[in-house]
């Protein structure tokens, strides 16, 4: 593109005049349409541009994925985005997917139905978006058997024509590499644009000024390849049209150079891995110039390239100025700096954050990664779902649907024996079952169905643990600190204030047993996994179980008559259930230090001193906004970290 450029620029040939030619351009189509439209220059494909680079391709790739891969939420959702204007999508209410829970992969049609009839009230048109898209579903349903009429239905125009065009190419089950192989004219004119074409089509009509590109050993010439089902010693004398592709390459590279007032042959020096690549037989050697990828190009094809070749002016940039502060900042400075999360003090985003009733998530936030508090929670960053059907629940959603059996099971009261948990607990898995895949991502059926008979094995542990026992009165899911109308045992339904910090916080108890004719109240924590092993008890365990003492203190404050308060961990992982517990007297002492970590945490918020937290001990989404060589990064930033979160450091190393 350089060199088309500085041709035209200069005044030595006019577009009409240039040609660029591959012996099979296909490989570098997608850096012309990218490039060609960058410089502003007139390229014409003449052998077509690929057809999923037109909006029309893209609306059959996303019909073809749905048929061969399945219904799910976001092909359905792309699908109708990029449909052409037809009597199937305007019938479409515009609101349709209002109330739809974007994590729900919503995989058949049942599915679908039965979660648009639960957000029904949420639409303007009620059950129109059912009538509408339920028939469409229905048939996408029926995968790429049913290609023709779905195409039919739902594409008109030149999307309709490249799906029949397809269809014929290929048997359906192959559309995916017939939609590859799909090439549409551009719609420029070839008298007034730049050629890029395979070489055939250069040598029939050749022009002033040529470039050859991809001389590569086995890439122009072509190899010729022997056909594996009618070798060479079958054919006798016969000749494959594969096997005179090196020939033809031959013959179309001497026929443009003879042709051509002048001409320009290039290489890459190395493949796309790195390795080191020969020379095509019909490389001059002689003349060869070595091209430094890093070189200031002579002529510059566009504004990022102009960019590129200035430095000076790419430094004034203001984008390239940032980039190069933080750069300086992370690796040229051990001082904390506002590329390490530095603020100026009471901010006006952290104060609101603040001012904001927090939950137990949150907290644990503002506790453990102060940074990342102001990450998620002021600038509301979030981890996008890129797994709309996984393999497997991660550890946080099984252990929510193991929370979600026990609570329901326990919903009516506890259960007086094992059978009637048994029963109560298969009710309550067939409902969750059906309700779950229409709000959140859940494995394939059989999956699905083994994951459910797990989580029942942890919840029936968690729910015969303590059969038997004499506790009072049993509250599960117990919501604290927002308000409404389910039963609870509270004062007030207001927000627990974490003592004089100013920070209050809300949450849900997966457990509370009140024995108020004792005084007395034990608060249960479910956890899905393994109990820790460990000789000492469970505090904060480095912030990780935080949760449980703020639980504590939210009925210690709730439930003032009460003389003592418990607090135990279920293990679930091991049959039977074990169980880690906390005494009145230590989680009073714990309680007293969660207040001054908060109050020292929220400080810390508002003084504008804020630094990346301990290194997490799994994969932390949020990560990714630091340096790729975190180890380096933070021993570099050592002191300065350790100086800024040193009133938090005592809870990262609690037992």
């Known amino acids: 593109m350089r060199w088309a450029r500085a041709l035209v620029t200069a005044g030595k040939a006019s577009p009409n005049e240039i040609a660029i030619s591959a012996a099979s351009p296909t490989a570098w189509d997608d850096a012309f349409l990218v490039l060609s439209r ?25 019909l073809a994925d749905i048929l061969l891969r399945g219904l799910s939420q976001e ?33 058949s049609p049942e599915l679908w139905r039965h979660a648009l009839e639960q957000a029904r009230g949420e639409r303007a048109d009620g059950d129109l978006a059912e009538r509408a898209l339920l028939p469409i579903l229905d048939e996408l349903a029926c995968g790429i058997a049913a290609a023709d009429a779905v195409g039919r239905r739902l594409l008109r125009g030149p999307a309709m024509a490249l799906w029949r065009d397809a269809l014929r190419m ?32 250069l ?28 070798p060479q010693h079958l054919l006798g004398h016969l000749r494959l049209p594969s096997a005179e592709a090196a020939q033809n390459d031959q013959a179309m590279h001497d026929i443009i150079i003879d042709q051509s007032q002048s001409y320009t042959l290039s290489r890459a020096y190395r493949s796309a891995t790195g390795s080191l690549q020969a020379a095509s037989t019909l490389w001059p050697k002689d003349k060869e110039r070595v091209v430094g990828r890093s070189a200031i190009p002579a002529h510059a094809f566009s504004e990022s390239d102009r960019l590129y070749a200035r430095p000076a002016d790419a430094g004034k940039d203001p984008q390239v100025r940032a980039s190069r502060a933080c750069w300086r900042a992370w690796w040229d ?21 603040l001012a ?18 102001v990450w998620e929670y002021a600038l509301h960053w979030r981890e996008p779902n890129l797994d709309p059907q996984p393999l497997a629940l991660d550890h946080r959603a099984f252990g929510e ?47 699905w169905g083994h994951t459910i008979a797990m989580a029942c094995e942890r919840a029936l542990r968690g729910l015969t643990e303590a059969l038997g026992e004499q506790r009072g009165l049993t509250w599960t899911e117990l919501s604290f600190g927002e308000p409404g109308e ?25 457990r509370l047993d009140e024995d108020s004719a004792r005084g007395a109240a034990i608060i249960t924590d479910y956890k899905v996994g393994a109990a820790p092993e460990r000789k000492k008890p469970v505090v904060f365990d480095r912030g990780a179980e935080l949760q449980r003492v703020f639980y504590a203190l939210a009925v210690r404050s709730l439930l003032p008559e009460l003389r003592s308060v418990s607090s135990q961990l279920t293990y679930l992982k091991h049959d039977p259930a074990r169980t880690l517990s906390l005494t009145n007297e230590e989680l009073e002492r714990a309680i007293e230090q969660a207040v001054l970590f908060t109050d020292a945490g929220a400080r810390l918020q508002r003084s504008g001193e804020i630094a990346p937290g301990p290194a997490p001990l799994f994969f932390d989404s949020l990560s990714i906004a630091l340096p790729a060589d975190l180890d380096s990064y933070r021993r570099v930033k050592r002191r300065s970290f350790a100086q800024a979160n040193g009133a938090l450091d005592k809870l990262w190393s609690s037992p």
């Open 38 to 62: 960058e410089a502003g220059l007139p390229v014409h494909f003449t052998h077509g541009i690929p057809a999923l680079a037109t909006r029309e391709g893209q609306a059959c790739a996303a």
């Open 75 to 107: 092909r359905v959702r792309l699908l109708f985005a990029r449909l052409p204007r037809n009597p199937a999508r305007e019938s479409l209410p515009g609101d349709w997917a209002k109330g739809l829970r974007r994590s729900a992969t919503l995989a």
């Open 170 to 201: 290929a048997p359906p089950h192959a559309i995916e590499l017939s939609l590859q192989a799909l090439r549409i004219a551009d719609g420029r004119e070839p008298g007034n644009s730049i050629a890029w074409g395979p070489a055939g089509h």
């Open 203 to 230: 040598a029939a009509a050749p022009r002033a000024h040529v470039r050859l590109i991809g001389l590569d050993a086995n890439a122009w010439p072509r190899r010729s390849s022997e056909s594996p089902l009618l």
């Open 333 to 353: 400075s051990e001082q904390h700096t506002a590329h390490d999360g530095r603020v100026r003090p009471d901010h006006p985003l952290i104060v609101d954050v």
């Open 356 to 373: 904001e009733v927090q939950s137990t998530t949150s907290l644990h936030r503002l506790l453990c990664d102060p940074l990342g508090f």
């Open 401 to 447: 649907l193991v929370h979600s059996l026990i609570g329901g099971v326990l919903r009516d009261g506890v259960p007086p024996n094992s059978e009637e948990i048994g029963i109560a607990l298969d009710r309550e898995a067939a409902r969750l079952a059906d309700t779950w895949p229409i709000t959140r991502a859940v494995p394939p059926g059989l999956l």
């Open 486 to 510: 389910t039963l609870h045992p509270w004062t007030t339904l207001a927000p627990v204030p974490i003592g004089q910090t100013g920070v209050s916080f809300r949450g849900r108890i997966d």
